[in-house]
Each structure stands twice: as structure tokens, then as C-alpha cells.
T-cell receptor, first 112, second 115 residues
Framework: AQSVSQHNHHVILSEAASLELGCNYS??????LFWYVQYPGQHLQLLLK??????LVKGIKGFEAEFIKSKFSFNLRKPSVQWSDTAEYFC??????????FGTGTLLAVQP | NAGVMQNPRHLVRRRGQEARLRCSPV?????VYWYRQLPEEGLKFMVY????????ESGMPKERFSAEFPKEGPSILRIQQVVRGDSAAYFC?????????????FGSGTRLTVV
């Protein structure tokens, strides 16, 4: 069965610090991977997705993620965070025709 | 606005009452998904529907919960005889096709509080 693990539950950073959030998935077949962001009180919004091609994916707001097949990982990165990046971040995976399975989320707090 | 519309945004029910949550997908999307979000637990899949069909209800509790997506009108998630443990945020998402690489568009959720 598919599963997604996000090992960092809470992350606190100062503005301008670099960010890396871990995500590991378990599905062994063709996999599509996503990062979603949920700002306080709002719905989930898509940050970026990977389904084939270049394993380094660039998304909105300066975020990027790298698909490393050998490690079953899809970590999210941003070189310099801002206070406005304070939110909850969810990694998700889907097979070729499967529903999306979400990780438990990582709460990021950026201190000004 | 072409997004996923959910209503109500907030719903308060007493124990034993029924809760009905509505979801109108993005225009042209025929695939609807319901998720429940609890603190510290992330998003848990509940059910996947296409028009008039339940495709996957593996995440639905066996009792009191049901979902439908009729030919006309919104998708409905129905919780009968609510209990305090049903208090959560319920999110609906839609996609244009079954293939997951399309990703989902999410609604703003319904926050259910059972008192």
C-alpha cells in the first residue's frame, strides 16, 4: 500500500534561512509526487508536482523539490524563507491511476 | 470563480444530529475526493467518486458516513448521528481525470464542530 512520511512535524526558522522538508514515499511503481501548502485558515494549494522528466522541479514562490528515485524521496527546498511562508506543508503521492495519499504535514513557522 | 466550492464553511451540530457537507467541483471536473483533516494527523482519504459512482470508499468509516455525487448537483458527504470524534475539517477536491498527475484542486473545507 502507498504511504507518505514527513519526518519533520514542526520546523522553526528565522527569515532568510534555508529550508528543506523531508518526504519519503513507499509506492514502488510509477509515481506522481506533489507538495501542497496550507496557509492558516485556508485550503490546500499546489506548490509543485513531479510526474516525469527532470527530477528537479521548480514551483511557485521560489520553492523547488528534487525527486531521488533511489531514496524514494521528494524533499522540498527553498534557499531563503520569508515570514509569509509560515504555513503547513503536505507531501502527497499518487500512482498512475490512484488517489493521492498525503503525509501528516510539516508546520513551518518563520520568525521575522 | 472556477474553484471547488464547499458549503457551509462552518457547521455546528449537537451529538446525534445529521451533518450534510456539500461540494461543487471545478466546472468540467468529474472526479471528486473527500478528505478529513485532524490536528497532527494530516489529511486522511475518505472516498473517491465519479458522477453517480463510488469508486473507492476505503477510507470511509463503516457506519454513519455516506457520500454521493449525483448526475446533477453537488457531491454530498453525509454523517448521521454525529459524535464528538467527528469534529474535524472536511475537504473536498476535484480533478479532471483519474490519472493522479493532474493533481487536485481543493475547496476551502467545512469545519464541523460537534457539541
Amino acid at each position: 500500500a502507498q504511504s507518505v512520511s514527513q519526518h519533520n512535524h514542526h520546523v522553526i526558522l528565522s527569515e532568510a534561512a534555508s529550508l528543506e522538508l523531508g518526504c519519503n514515499y513507499s509506492y514502488g511503481g510509477t509515481v506522481n509526487l506533489f507538495w501542497y501548502v496550507q496557509y492558516p485558515g485556508q485550503h490546500l494549494q499546489l506548490l509543485l508536482k513531479y510526474f516525469s522528466g527532470d527530477p528537479l522541479v521548480k514551483g511557485i514562490k521560489g520553492f523547488e523539490a528534487e525527486f531521488i528515485k533511489s531514496k524514494f524521496s521528494f524533499n522540498l527546498r527553498k534557499p531563503s524563507v520569508q515570514w509569509s511562508d509560515t504555513a503547513e506543508y503536505f507531501c502527497a503521492s499518487g500512482g498512475a491511476t490512484n488517489k493521492l495519499i498525503f503525509g501528516t504535514g510539516t508546520l513551518l513557522a518563520v520568525q521575522p | 470563480n472556477a474553484g471547488v466550492m464547499q458549503n457551509p464553511r462552518h457547521l455546528v451540530r449537537r451529538r446525534g444530529q445529521e451533518a450534510r457537507l456539500r461540494c461543487s467541483p471545478v466546472k468540467g471536473h468529474s472526479h471528486v475526493y473527500w478528505y478529513r483533516q485532524l490536528p497532527e494527523e494530516g489529511l486522511k482519504f475518505m472516498v473517491y467518486l465519479q458522477k453517480e459512482n463510488i469508486i473507492d470508499e476505503s477510507g470511509m468509516p463503516k457506519e454513519r458516513f455516506s457520500a454521493e455525487f449525483p448526475k446533477e448537483g453537488p457531491s454530498i458527504l453525509r454523517i448521521q448521528q454525529v459524535v464528538r470524534g467527528d469534529s474535524a475539517a472536511y475537504f473536498c477536491a476535484s480533478s479532471p481525470a483519474a490519472e493522479s498527475f493532474y493533481g487536485y484542486t481543493f475547496g476551502s473545507g467545512t469545519r464541523l464542530t460537534v457539541v
